[in-house]
């Protein structure tokens, strides 16, 4: 990467089941960073509950504004989680089969 460039960034979330324990995550490689996840070897709160299914992401032109919302949505009440994650993921489907079009 060129000195002053700027990287795109993604916020996620994770769950373990449908209105489940959710992770909210925040990351440069959203391939790289879910598949960690997957594999157990992500963050130790993901590892603990299990939070490996992707159910929701969106993409941000540049990493600290995808920081910024995820320090923002890390507030946000639990219902008001559920409600972007059903806007974007009604079924609550496991995207990752699906990231790899998007990044």
């Given amino acids: ?18 209105h ?11 391939v790289r960073r879910v598949l960690e996840h997957r594999q157990g070897v992500g963050a ?8 490996r299914r992707l159910v929701y992401a969106e993409r941000h032109e540049h990493i600290a504004d995808a920081i910024r919302r995820e320090k923002a949505m890390k507030k946000w009440r639990r219902a008001w989680k559920i409600e972007a994650i059903e806007r974007l993921n009604p079924a ?9 079009n998007w990044t």
């Fill in 20 to 30: 489940g324990t959710l992770y909210i995550g925040v990351t440069s490689d959203l």
């Fill in 44 to 51: 130790a709160f993901a590892q603990r509950y299990g939070t």
């Fill in 92 to 100: 609550w489907r496991d995207l990752w089969t699906d990231i790899h």
């Fill in 1 to 18: 990467m060129f000195v002053g460039m700027a990287r795109h960034g993604y916020v996620y979330i994770l769950a373990n089941r449908q």
